[in-house]
């Protein structure tokens, strides 16, 4: 089952375009990792400094495997210095994916 995983977190204002060009150089090197689909980077508008970083993958096993793993903490290293608190983990299931039936379509 394709999960997702939604990391609420907040940087110093003043270093966001910092924290984005670490995210990116980031996501390249975690897409690589198995099973991983991809990664974006969203910036709530009226609240300065908070993103919401989303990491889809296709099963819980494989982001769990990983996220355990020392490659994880080399891997994400670089965007940790960024945090100016602990951010917030929530993993979802994928329910309707996007363009198929369901209550919204």
Not at 35 to 42: S, V, W, Y
Not at 44 to 62: F, I
């Amino acid at each position: 089952m394709t999960i997702r995983m939604l990391l609420f977190s907040t940087v110093d204002p003043e270093r966001e375009q910092e924290f984005e060009a670490a995210f990116g150089r980031v996501r390249e090197r975690v897409a690589a990792v198995p099973g991983h689909i991809r990664d974006e980077l969203l910036r709530v508008e009226d609240s300065p400094g908070s993103y919401v970083l989303v990491s889809e993958w296709r099963e819980l096993e494989q982001f769990t495997e990983w996220l355990r793993s020392p490659a994880h903490e080399s891997m994400t290293a670089e965007m940790r210095p960024f945090f100016v608190r602990p951010s917030e983990m929530r993993l979802c299931a994928l329910r309707v994916p996007s363009g198929g039936a369901g209550p919204c379509a």
